[in-house]
């Protein structure tokens, strides 16, 4: 994304256009503030091209969002929900201008333990989330259960399910879920989807396993953190109020755990291995050995808190199995990374848009699943790509066909095992889909080729790829109709670099944990000595 597409953005709202037009005077704040870290924006605080501009200009710019953080150590978003006075600004300007002169803490930490604004050391911190193992570890001694607690922002991000459902059959664990906001796509869609989220939960687990979460009339959120030993992380950005996002876990009492809701195979996932976020977990559990790598290489703790545990996520696809059919069936499932460059530029959606609503009418015999991603559509309704109408539009003329039939909601693992093939260019799908085994068609953008991590290159090198219409034709009639699949050998070799501890990696990343929090409980005979 441009400092252009930015800036048109914000000029659509009158006060924060005001703002953007106040950055290029308050540069000099920013410049000048030791909680703004230059090189560590312009290597990505969130993942943009700074389009050549100085960075301080560019944050002076863009920082009203707050999802724009100037350093490791300055939470925007945490800044502004203390103070709400600085809504819709700059919230480090606010700080350099106002809050230094009132005596504003930046963190909740620092409100909670008084003093002055400090930065935080990963490697104090990791020591403190050792002292809480023991105290964890002495509460089990004394026949207490583990309580834990799965933030859950969307029931296709609940990677963690295979985890949840371990800890509840175990006597050992009191297991949580808490249904939180993702305040990505605005305050009014992330409410919706958390209560879509509930009820689509609901239909599985009993309501004695949820908490209650609901903001109160001055718009605060409950800290369902405060009473738990393990709190369960399915990302480690900053998506939510601060009371669930990774760094709310610096100077707590429970220990902080992340299994990421995809698989990581994007040369972007080297970039969030780097940032401070990944330190404040206790363990990362990381879905293979190739990654685990890549975080020791990248980590500012040299990988010291990753684990391999392998793809819980996929846990459940070995109880599945595939009713008896005829008809060839084919899942088409686009990404919503429709950027036309940049670090997410991946989806070729807009390119084989028309080509997808062709398929039915074409191949008359095969039945198609049209599975995209829960953002593509939202993103698809922007006025600046389709707009509402054209999308709608879009939708119907794929549901004409009788031979497609839609697909969304949070398990799609089912559709995995009832598929023959895939067509598609969601990251994660590009190592989930060789669990089941079948020929996968990637859709790659000649831009996008460099936008793999060296092991999603590997997992690209055994799909077949489409750049054009001509190459998708070929997969469908020769590997999915004709069943001629030459890549099967080497794909089924393949598959045991990515399936670790299948289907058992819940069951093996608990036994790791418990472990953990066990040997570190003093025995008698070592109180003694």
Not at 43 to 69: K, M, Q, R
Not at 96 to 104: A, D, F, Q, S, W
Not at 125 to 151: D, P, Y
Not at 261 to 283: A, E, I
Request: charge should be neutral; include cysteine; proline fraction near 6%.
């Amino acid at each position: 994304m441009s400092i252009k597409n930015d800036i048109l953005r914000v000029l659509r709202n009158p006060s924060l256009a005001i703002c953007v037009l106040k950055g290029f005077r308050d540069r000099k704040y920013v410049e000048r503030s030791e909680w703004f870290d230059p090189v560590w924006y312009r290597e990505g605080s969130y993942g943009e091209d700074l389009s050549g501009l100085d960075p301080a200009l560019h944050y002076s710019i863009t920082g009203f969002n707050p999802v724009a953080e100037p350093s490791p150590d300055f939470i925007p978003a945490e800044y502004v929900s203390l103070h709400p006075d600085a809504k819709g600004c700059n919230p480090l300007v606010h700080f350099e201008k106002i809050g230094k002169r009132k005596g504003y803490p930046i963190s909740y930490l620092q409100r909670e333990t008084g003093g002055e604004p400090r930065r935080v050391s990963l490697e104090e911190h990791q020591r403190a989330l050792k002292a809480n193992v023991r105290k964890i570890g002495e509460r089990v001694k004394s026949g207490q259960r583990i309580r834990a607690v799965f933030l859950v922002y969307s029931s296709s991000m609940f990677s963690t399910r295979a985890l949840f459902e371990e800890m509840a059959r175990d006597a050992r664990f009191d297991p949580k879920i808490a249904v939180v906001p993702d305040f990505r796509w605005g305050k009014d869609t992330a409410e919706k989807e958390r209560v879509r989220c509930k009820e689509e939960l609901s239909k599985t687990y009993s309501s004695r396993y949820f908490l209650p979460v609901e903001p109160t009339a001055d718009g605060n959120w409950p800290d369902v953190l405060s009473e738990t030993d393990l709190a369960i992380f399915a990302t480690p950005y900053s998506l939510s109020d601060f009371r669930y996002n990774p760094h709310w876990s610096v100077g707590r009492s429970f220990l902080p755990v992340l299994v990421n809701y995809s698989y990581p195979l994007g040369k972007f996932t080297d970039w969030v291995m780097k940032r401070q976020n990944m330190g404040y977990f206790w363990k990362i559990l990381w879905e293979n050995e190739d990654i685990l790598e890549e975080y020791r290489q990248n980590s500012l703790l040299h990988g010291a808190n990753g684990v391999c545990a392998g793809c819980m996520k996929l846990d459940s696809l070995a109880s599945l199995s595939s009713s008896p059919r005829t008809r060839k069936r084919v899942l088409i499932c686009p990404h919503h990374a429709i950027y036309k460059s940049g670090p997410f530029a991946a989806s070729n959606f807009l390119r084989f848009s028309d080509f997808f609503a062709l398929l039915p009418t074409r191949y008359p015999d095969v039945d198609f699943v049209f599975r995209p991603h829960p953002h593509l559509f939202r993103r698809l309704s922007d006025p600046s790509v389709w707009g509402k109408r054209k999308t709608r539009e879009y939708r119907e003329r794929l549901l004409s066909h009788p031979n497609l039939a839609w697909s969304e909601g949070g398990n799609y693992l089912s559709e995995f095992v009832e598929s023959d093939a895939i067509v598609q260019d969601c990251g994660s799908f590009l190592a989930e889909y060789f669990f089941v085994g079948k020929p996968c068609c990637y859709m790659i953008r000649e831009d996008s080729a460099d936008l793999f991590s060296l092991f999603g290159k590997e997992c690209l090198s055994h799909c077949y790829q489409a750049r054009e219409e001509k190459d998708i034709v070929d997969f469908l009639e020769k590997v999915v109709i004709g069943g001629e699949d030459p890549m099967r050998a080497d794909r089924e070799a393949f598959r045991n670099r990515v399936m670790v501890n299948y289907p058992h990696a819940a069951r093996s990343a608990l036994d790791g944990i418990l472990d953990e929090i066990g040997s570190s409980v003093s025995h008698p005979e070592e109180k003694r000595t």
